[in-house]
């Protein structure tokens, strides 16, 4: 009897277990269903509001940057420039120079090439560049170590023995040292002030003579490279500061020949020759007058040469 009483108690008992389980497991399905709403809702939310905060602002465009504030700068032409003489003459150059041709000399070309460079160092020495070597025009640059020019030098056609004149050459060099210095800005003049007017220079000009002189131990041989005549000349050998050393004087020395002398044929004021086995040739000049001959007054061309 009392197991058959406490049967409905049980089966009561065990409907309320299930109920129960039955409410927990609703209970899990509607929280889990929930939460993948709540998750996939909130993404959404936080994507939006970080977007709101990350998306750029647009950056505000100043005034001052618009074209129409600042104008393109409007752009100009270059002046033109002058040609460049072909000689420039400056304060310190100190070697101006030329080409010179065959063609352009004609008959009277005195080289044995077509075409060379006439150059000018230092205001007085006459070099010519040709085929790669540097010869002397003057005997200024003979003394300063210039080979002599003869190897290229022409012979004259119709003088047998003598060369076609140089001097043009020669004076072509001498001229670059006269090129006009270009013109400067003339100081401010003050009124009441007259600007100092330029004097005339009356300095006589003494010429560059074209010459060359060599020494065999015993004898020079001095060679007239111009294209006229030395008349009335004379020679100065070691001479000094004051005094002419030992001199010689000659009448006449042709265009385009050599004189060739003794160097015990050279005396000093005092009579005494000169020795060419006790001393040694270290300076040379000539000198061209302008008076007649005998009288030696007026230099007008002058030649210096050097030996170490």
Do not use: C
Not at 13 to 31: E, K, M, P, T, Y
Not at 82 to 100: A, G, R, W
């Amino acid at each position: 009897m009392s197991s058959k009483m406490l049967h409905p108690k049980k089966s009561h008992r065990v409907r309320n277990f299930f109920l129960i389980v039955a409410a927990l497991f609703v209970g899990i399905i509607v929280i889990a269903n929930l939460q993948p709403a709540q998750d996939s809702t909130a993404p959404s939310e936080t994507t939006t509001s970080s977007q709101a905060t990350t998306q750029p602002s647009p950056t505000p465009v100043a005034a001052t940057t618009t074209p129409e504030s600042t104008p393109a700068p409007v752009p100009t032409s270059p002046e033109p420039s002058e040609p460049e003489p072909q000689l420039i003459q400056t304060s310190d150059s100190s070697t101006k120079s030329v080409v010179v041709t065959a063609d352009e000399y004609g008959d009277k070309w005195p080289l044995t090439v077509s075409e060379a460079r006439v150059t000018l160092i230092d205001k007085y020495v006459a070099v010519l560049y040709a085929e790669g070597k540097t010869y002397a025009l003057n005997g200024t640059a003979q003394s300063r170590g210039y080979a002599p020019i003869n190897p290229i030098w022409r012979d004259n056609p119709e003088i047998p023995g003598a060369k076609v004149s140089i001097s043009p050459l020669i004076q072509l060099a001498l001229s670059l040292g006269t090129a006009p210095v270009p013109e400067q800005t003339s100081p401010r003049v003050t009124s009441g002030n007259t600007a100092p007017k330029p004097q005339a220079d009356t300095t006589p000009k003494v010429r560059q003579i074209a010459a060359s002189v060599s020494f065999t131990g015993t004898q020079f041989a001095i060679t007239n490279r111009e294209d006229h005549d030395w008349v009335n000349v004379r020679f100065e050998l070691n001479p000094g500061l004051i005094s002419s050393g030992y001199t010689l004087k000659v009448q006449l020395i042709e265009a385009g020949t050599t004189y060739t002398v003794g160097a015990m044929q050279f005396a000093n004021s005092k009579g005494e020759r000169f020795n060419p086995y006790q001393m040694k040739p270290q300076k040379f000049n000539i000198v061209d007058f302008s008076s007649e001959w005998p009288q030696q007054a007026g230099m007008e061309g002058l030649a210096s040469f050097g030996w170490q």
